[in-house]
Structures are given as C-alpha cells and as structure tokens.
C-alpha cells in the first residue's frame, strides 16, 4: 500500500479548475431560496467579480506562458495549453450558468418583489420621454463617439470599461462613409437609473443605462442610420510585473506600473448575444484574441454593476438580519486593555465578535505615556483607515511608530502607496518588508514601559487590518502578553525592517524558514500516534490546499491511519476518497453569509494537542515566498474555544457545506433521517453575538 508512487499526477486536482469549482459554489448561493432574495443577487455580482479576476491573474498567466513557451506544469501535470482548454469549457459553462441564474430566477423573484429592470420594449410613452431627458442631460454631454476609419484607428479599451461597437450606413457631415464606430461609457457614469415614482410601478423601478443609450444612440450620429448597437467589454491581464533587484524605489516603481494595468494584454471579450458574428469576429481581431475568448452573453456584460441594487433599494426583510458583534466577557467593562492583557490572552472571533477592541489597543497605546513605540504590519486596510489616522497620531504625538506595508497587495497597490506616503509625512518608519518576499504576516506590536521594566503586547491575526473586512470576513485574532511570543514577533520585525541573520523563534512558526517544515513535522508526528494507537487526527481549516509536499504529507497521514477532516473554503488540489492514498481525509468547503478566511490547524497529539492560528494557506507562494506566521493558542480554554468554533462547527455542519468528491465535484450536503440541521455560521451568530 505505501509503495504508492504519491507524486502521481493522478492524485492531484488542478488549481484553476478547482477555483472555478468554487465560483461555482458562490454562484449556487444565488440559487438558494432560503436566502435572502437582495443577498442572492449579490452572491451573483461575486461571482463574476471572482471570475473577472480569474481572467485578469490565472487566465493571463496561462495565456503567458503559452505564448512564451514555458512548461511549467503543476503537481497534476497539466500544461499551460491543456489547462486553457479546460477552464475554458468550464468558464464557458459558468457564465451561462450566470445569466440563466439572473435571467430566469432573480429577475422574476425581484420583479415579484416589486424591484423591476424595465425594459426599453416596457417603456410607457411618459417613461420613454424621462429617459431621453435623462440621456440629453446626464449621458450626451459626456460621451465622445468614436468614429472608425483610417484617421481615426480603433480606440484603446479600458480594462472591464462598458462599451458599444455601432454599425452605421451613410455618410456625415465630412462626406466619410464610416461603417463602425465605438461609444464608450464613461466609468462616473452610473449603470443603473432609477424611475420616478410617479413614472413607475413602484419605489424600485430601474433602467439600465445599456438601454438608455440603446435607445438613443443615433443622436451621436447624426444624419447617419445605425443598424446595431452592441455592448462589449474587455478584460484584460492586470499583473503587475515590478523587478525588485533591479530598482531603487519600490514605491516609486509601482507608481509607475499602476496607470499601465488598465492596458495589459486582452484576455477575454465579452459582447451581447445579439452580436452579430461579423461584428464579434471584428472586435476579437483588434485585439488579437480567439473564438475560444469570446463569451456572448444574453444581458449586460458587467454583471457585477448590479450590486448596485443592493445599496439602492432599501428593503431590510430581503437582506440579512443586522446583528451586533460582541465583546469578549474580559473586555465589556474594562477601561485599561492593557490590564486585561496582562491578566490572560484575549481570543478575538471575528465578525461575531467586534473588531472594536483591536482599535482601542492600538489607540490606547497611542495616548499613553508610558508607550514607547507600536509597531504594525499592513496588507489590505482601506484608505480611510481608523488603525492608520491613530498610527498618524501616534507618530505625531512622538511615539516611535514602524509600519510595514506590503506595497505588492494586489489589486491594493494604490491605496497602500497612499498610506504610506501619509505615514512617512507624519514622521513613522515605513519600510516595504523584504526584497522578493510579500508581508502577508498580520503583526501588531505595542513595546511599553512598566515599573522600569520593557514588556511588549501583541496581536496577531488570520485576517487584515481592516474594520470592513472584520464585519464580513470569519477570522481569528489574538491579544497576548506572552514573554516568549512577544519576543518571537520583536525578533519578525527586526528581520522586516533591518538586516542580519535569522534568529530562532520559539514559539511562532515563520515562513519561508519554519512554518513549512513545522506542518510537515506535526502530521508526521501524527503518523506516530496512529501507529501507537494513539488516535491520530487532524483538522485544518484554510482557504487553499495546493502545496504538493503537504498533500503528499497528508496522504502518508492518511495511509497510515490519522483521520484527517479539511475545511478549505477555495482551491483544494488534494484528491480525497482514493483507496490506498486518501480514504481517511475528508475536504469540506463552507460557504455562507460570511466569507470563511480563518487558518486554523489542529494536531491532536497524543494527550497534549497543539492549536496553531495562521495568516498563511497551504500553497507554495504562503511557505516560499512570503513572509507568514502561525502562532499557539496555549491557555487551555481558549484553544478548547478555537477547536469548538473553528473546527468542529465546521465539521459538523450540513447545511452550508459542500464535500469534495475523489473525481474533484462537490456535492452539497443535506440533513438525512433525524439529523438536525446545522449551520456553523447561524450558530455562531448565535452564541457569540450581542442582542
């Protein structure tokens, strides 16, 4: 059995495939009739979201490598060509999927909801004459019609920017016999106008500005018939590509690079279905693509505008019920939270439980005398940041404050940049973490002094820094004065901000130097137990599972008897149910009101089990190339809180969870015979949550 060749292409599920798998399930969330009808069609809008980023990162990389030749398959041995090929069926699969979703179940139920798209086909004569008002007002004065001839070359699109391409027949007032033109819609522009009650059936009529300008787009031509008028947008690749060893200014570098993302390489056209084909064929020349690029569409080709209803229409009984996160018990009546600390760890759960008193450390820390200096580590924030405006204080008011900021955030380079020009203006020390290495590790460290002695405070964390994501991400953070821990985190920052050596730490595991052998040691020794009957087990909970040398290590787990429960929110390339490999793993994916974002990992260990908290997944990039951290959870009771919560609510949950099948599908699992339905996230909510 264990001469299993356990590096077999066979036993690995491909990475692109199963985040597409997971597109999926957020779009299955839309389906979901016991969900709020306001909350599926938001659930809908994620979905293309996540898939425009698909297209954006993993799609242009593929796109990348073939065009470069490189062969760099992963553990499943599939190329870059052959991977293309299968997301995009499956692409193509889940698009369709999108627009039956919207088309056949959400505008009927919001219609019966009296929440309506009018159609320009529905337009009442009065309704008719409001639009055209609203067009000559609000559109025409900002639109530019791009004629197509030989002055005039095709214009550069905007990456996801809303366009339309116009067949015309006649000449203008030059005498020019343009066949083609382009309008591009202006991003300020909303994509949704609202009716005037008095125009319309209800408080939540909407017209799409795709119809508005249908409708009157040959006012931009004039003396010329149009014969079509067709929507179309472009994604386009939006890696930034920054070579670090051979720069000066990171800042100033990625500066540079961020104008140039909305003009990367084209990757994916997406027109409406009523297209024609010559048409098609046209834009997909311009900008060098396939047949196999082109998605048609049957509605707007931006679907993720209409999360736009969910803020415009003010219907609380067709959105999720509004809860209060708690306080932990320790922390409702104190007024010194670093007495409290002192005390005992405080274990965060966030967003049943606030993120207020992660503010109100940093902000005490601010203000008090007797602090000497914060130190932070920043991923994703936001721009208008409460953390950062009482950093900017505490540099201000002379604390000596250090700030890490991790520039390379995708997609958050421009915010980051921001900040940290704000932080530097404001006297802290900011620094960009290490060459080649993204901080992905959440640190924030309060150095004080007491009765003539230093003693450090920390925080740590599976999430950001960021109060909005605390309100709608699961994650974990803990509040800790521990010696050992606080002098681990001191030694991280030393690394992150100055140069030398690697200093051992004794608590904390660290990517890229311990945490990867760290995990592998701990299922070995799992290993061990299981052979000595000692109950092998383990449970990990994380957003991706891809690292090939953890799979293998978790299938030798398997074999040799530890029963092994995953909870991956997202990408899984472990194979489970395989006789001989993996009979004794079973993968789970959660999904619900909140996105799932804890790293968690339980070893049983004998008598004495050890809780590790994590901002790391279990992919090459979290152990490889990034600085991360995963942290104990000692006290007894909080570590029994943090299996009880995190893990075993998961496990147990059969409402909300998808189980991954050997031949990679999931199939959603339901209550059977007299089993109880169980939510973790409802129970969650209502065991920790305020009145």
């Known amino acids: 059995m264990n001469d299993i060749d356990l590096t077999n292409p066979e036993l690995y599920l491909n990475r692109e495939l199963s985040l597409l798998g997971f597109n999926q399930r957020v779009l299955e969330l839309a389906k979901q009739e016991n969900m709020p009808l306001l909350e599926r069609l938001r659930y809908l809008c994620i979905s293309s979201t996540n898939l425009d980023e698909f297209f954006e990162i993993r799609v242009a990389g593929l796109k990348q490598q073939l065009a470069l030749g490189v062969s760099n398959p992963g553990a499943d041995g599939l190329s870059a060509g052959e991977q293309l090929a299968r997301v995009g069926q499956c692409a193509h699969d889940l698009v369709d999927d999108q627009y039956s979703t919207l088309n056949d179940i959400l505008i009927p139920a919001l219609a019966e909801a009296n929440i309506r798209f009018v159609r320009r086909t529905q337009w009442t004569s009065d309704q008719a004459a409001w639009v055209k008002e609203f067009f000559n007002m609000e559109l025409l004065p900002v639109l530019s019609p791009l004629g197509l001839d030989p002055a005039h070359p095709f214009p550069r699109i905007l990456n996801k920017s809303l366009n339309f391409i116009v067949t015309l027949e006649g000449k203008d007032a030059f005498g020019r016999e343009s066949r083609m033109a382009v309008v591009q819609a202006p991003r300020s522009l909303p994509r949704l106008a609202r009716l005037p009650r008095e125009l319309a059936k209800g408080d939540h009529d909407f017209v799409f500005l795709s119809s508005i300008l249908h409708a009157h787009v040959g006012e931009l031509f004039q003396g010329m018939k149009v014969t079509g008028c067709y929507q179309f947008r472009l994604t386009r690749n939006s890696d930034l590509f920054v070579h670090e060893e051979e720069i000066d200014d990171l800042l100033m570098a990625l500066e540079g690079e961020l104008p140039q993302r909305n003009y990367g390489e084209a990757v994916r056209l997406e027109v409406a279905d009523n297209c024609p084909d010559k048409v098609a064929d046209f834009l997909l020349r311009q900008f060098k693509l396939g047949r196999e690029d082109l998605y048609q569409v049957n509605g707007l080709v931006n679907l993720n505008r209409l999360m736009a209803v969910h803020e415009l229409v003010d219907r609380p009984d067709l959105k999720f019920p509004p809860f209060v996160p708690a306080l932990p018990p320790s922390l409702t009546s104190a007024s010194d939270i670093f007495h409290t600390i002192r005390r005992g760890d405080v274990l965060l759960h966030h967003p049943y439980q606030s993120f207020v008193p992660v503010v109100e450390f940093i902000r005490q820390a601010a203000r008090d005398p007797n602090v000497l200096a914060i130190k932070q580590t920043l991923y994703r924030t936001g721009v208008r940041s409460q953390l950062v405006d009482i950093l900017v204080e505490a540099a201000q008011a002379g604390k000596e404050v250090t700030v890490v900021i991790e520039l390379r955030a995708r997609f958050d380079e421009e915010a980051n940049i921001q900040l940290a020009n704000r932080l530097q203006d404001a006297g802290a020390h900011v620094t960009y973490g290490v060459v080649g290495y993204k901080t992905h590790a959440k640190l924030l460290m309060v150095v004080r002094r007491e009765k003539s002695q230093i003693k450090r405070y920390v925080h740590l964390g599976t999430g950001n820094y960021h109060a909005g994501t605390a309100r709608a991400y699961t994650d974990l953070g803990l509040l800790t004065a521990d010696k050992v821990v606080g002098e681990d985190v001191h030694k991280i920052f030393q690394q992150l901000t100055g140069l030398g050596k690697v200093s051992k730490l004794r608590k904390l595991l660290q990517s890229p130097f311990t945490l990867h052998s760290g995990m592998i040691e701990r299922i070995d020794r799992e290993i061990e137990h299981a052979k000595a009957n000692r109950g092998g087990r383990i449970i990990a909970r994380m957003n991706s599972l891809i690292e090939p040398r953890l799979v293998q290590a978790l299938y030798r787990a398997s074999q040799g008897g530890v029963k092994i ?43 004495t089990p050890e809780v590790f908290l994590s901002s790391a997944d279990w992919m090459q990039r979290n152990f490889f190339r990034r600085v991360e951290t995963a942290f104990p959870v000692d006290h007894p009771d909080l570590r029994e809180r943090v299996l009880n919560e995190s893990l075993l609510a998961y496990v147990a949950d059969n409402t909300q969870t998808w189980v991954l099948q050997s031949d990679g599908t999931y199939q959603r699992l339901k209550p059977t015979g007299n089993q109880k339905p169980r939510s973790a996230q409802q129970e969650l909510l209502e065991l920790l949550t305020g009145p």
């Open 565 to 607: 429960d995953l909870v991956v929110r997202g990408i899984c390339s472990l194979r489970p149910g395989v006789p001989g490999v993996s009979e004794n793993i079973q993968v789970r994916s959660v999904m619900g009101r909140f996105l799932e974002h804890s790293r968690v990992f339980y070893f049983k260990n004998g008598d």
